[in-house]
T-cell receptor, first 110, second 114 residues
Framework: QQPVQSPQAVILREGEDAVINCSSS?????VHWYRQKHGEAPVFLMI?????EQKGHEKISASFNEKKQQSSLYLTASQLSYSGTYFC???????????FGKGTKLSVKP | KAGVTQTPRYLIKTRGQQVTLSCSPI?????VSWYQQTPGQGLQFLFE???????NKGNFPGRFSGRQFSNSRSEMNVSTLELGDSALYLC?????????????FGSGTQLSVL
């Protein structure tokens, strides 16, 4: 029941935009997004609850469509500091632990 | 406020040995989750403890076990190590159960099995 992320990797130039998708085969009530920079621990970006609300962090926003069981992370006018691997997390077992997708590696070039 | 502390930072073991990793959560956090990270596989869920009770366990063999103490500190143990156990082991703490709140990750323990 691991969520599926796409694309697996993306390369951008500074200032370009990107979209990272996360989909699940099961019904969701929340989606969590984290970013991990090389050699560092993952860091929380945002949680989205069902209702389709969008959240934002810097120039990063996300949407959650519970009917389609998917979420998208939008990176606008990317900066070098956005480089890293982005993980989405969804509820896993019967008691709701958090499980993550395999990640999307984002590289922003000057 | 101190962050999540994992010890040791690096470990080198040989096949067949066992290992114990430690995680001290942020003060006041009652949930500790453990993840195994390997290149290409992302973060694989091992188990979560909340108030000393294991809430859930991932698809790992019984050689992987854990526990949580009354002060919320957690340990995970891997017995009869195999080469494939080489990975970065991350623990994360949260105030609430992991699917309800923000996780704070430690820097991890890099385990190498030779």
């Amino acid at each position: 029941q691991q969520p599926v992320q796409s694309p697996q990797a993306v390369i951008l130039r500074e200032g370009e935009d990107a979209v990272i998708n996360c989909s699940s085969s099961k019904a969701l009530y929340s989606v969590h997004w984290y970013r991990q920079k090389h050699g560092e621990a993952p860091v929380f970006l945002m949680i989205l609850l069902k209702g389709g609300e969008q959240k934002g962090h810097e120039k990063i926003s996300a949407s959650f469509n519970e009917k389609k069981q998917q979420s998208s992370l939008y990176l606008t006018a990317s900066q070098l500091s956005y480089s890293g691997t982005y993980f989405c997390g969804t509820e896993g077992g019967s008691q709701g632990n958090l499980i993550f997708g395999k990640g999307t590696k984002l590289s922003v070039k000057p | 406020k101190a962050g999540v502390t994992q010890t040791p930072r690096y470990l080198i073991k040989t096949r067949g040995q066992q290992v114990t990793l430690s995680c001290s959560p942020i003060s006041g956090h009652r949930s500790v989750s453990w993840y195994q990270q390997t290149p290409g596989q992302g973060l694989q869920f091992l188990f979560e403890y909340f108030s000393e009770t294991q809430r859930n366990k991932g698809n790992f063999p019984g050689r992987f076990s854990g526990r949580q103490f009354s002060n919320s500190r957690s340990e995970m143990n891997v017995s009869t190590l195999e080469l494939g156990d080489s990975a970065l082991y991350l623990c994360a703490s949260s105030l609430l159960q992991s699917d309800l709140g923000k996780l704070f990750f430690g820097s991890g323990t890099q385990l190498s099995v030779l």
